[in-house]
């Protein structure tokens, strides 16, 4: 499933950095630190790689 925002995309790419140790998890805020707890890495990894060309900044 691929991100539908750019502000998506980059939570979800901190949250994959955490996720995998290379980031604290007390340096995430918002949507990225619930995505941690909910997401697989797969999932964020799906999310983190979308192309942000294109990708509205934010979802209406």
Known sequence: MPAKSKVQ???AGAAL???RGE???SHLKGASKDMVKSMSEEQLEDLASTKRKGLPEHKD
């Open 9 to 11: 995309q980059k939570a």
């Open 17 to 19: 950095s955490a996720k």
């Open 23 to 25: 980031t604290p998890k």
